[in-house]
């Protein structure tokens, strides 16, 4: 089984586009937890555009009051500031993604041999404190060796070119390439998970080809499908595609 974790920055960003508190981002998490979704993850950028700092302390608050069986998974670029905000929350999972600042939105994998030595020193750090550490990784049959040699536990696929050539033949090339990076995962013992425009239309190709996907991470997706269906039918119809 492949579990379900709910990223809830496109719920932030549009409470934020009023000073009025609402849409609740601890409530919309909470509906999907009690839906079945097996976690939620939470990328808190600096100029906070989305998730605020406040919500990953209060998401965390809530998860373990009430659920304490399922995965928190804070994601972000690994700087002082992302760090000890990760220490003092205490997730589950940390997933160190290469963004700058600027980006709308994570848009490719880390060039792990040019960052070796800030993401083997970031990565310890983490696994001191008794986090699970993911990092984001491009279609690469070297990736899976690279991300061991650091220290990670787990790399989480890039699917976001494969998703937006889904349906040609271009999309069926990448899907391949993520296929070849799976097995060479496998191969080496490192954990896997994927994120990045996984839709409803496009997971079952994406499982069908790819194995051994411990999570996907699902935000813009299922936020899109929970305006037409509402954010409970929408994990349960992603959950169904997983399970």
Known sequence: MTKLSVNLNAVAMLRN??????????????????????????????????????????????????????????????????????????????????????????????????????????????????????????????APQQAMDVGADRIELYTGPFAANFGNASGDVLLENLANTAKAAKDVGIGMNAGHDLTLENIPSFLSAVENVAEVSIGHGITADALLMGFAEAVRRYKALLD
């Not at 160190?96 to 800030?118: C, K, L, R, Y």
Request: hydrophobic share 40%; proline share 6%; no cysteine.
């Open 17 to 142: 586009r009023r000073d009025i508190g609402w849409p609740s981002v601890t409530g919309i998490a909470r509906v999907v937890l009690q839906a079945g979704a097996n976690g939620i993850t939470v990328h808190p950028r600096p100029d906070q555009r989305h998730i605020r700092d406040g919500d990953v302390s209060e998401l965390a608050a809530m998860i373990r009051a009430e659920f304490s069986e399922v995965e928190y998974n804070i994601e972000g670029y690994p700087d002082q500031r992302f760090l000890k905000l990760v220490e003092q929350v205490k997730p589950d999972q940390v997933t160190f993604v290469p963004d700058d600042p600027d980006q709308a939105t994570s848009d490719h994998g880390w060039d792990i041999g040019a960052n070796e030595e800030m993401l083997r020193s970031a990565i310890a750090r983490m696994k001191d404190s008794g986090f699970r550490v993911v990092l984001f990784a491009d279609a690469d049959h070297n």
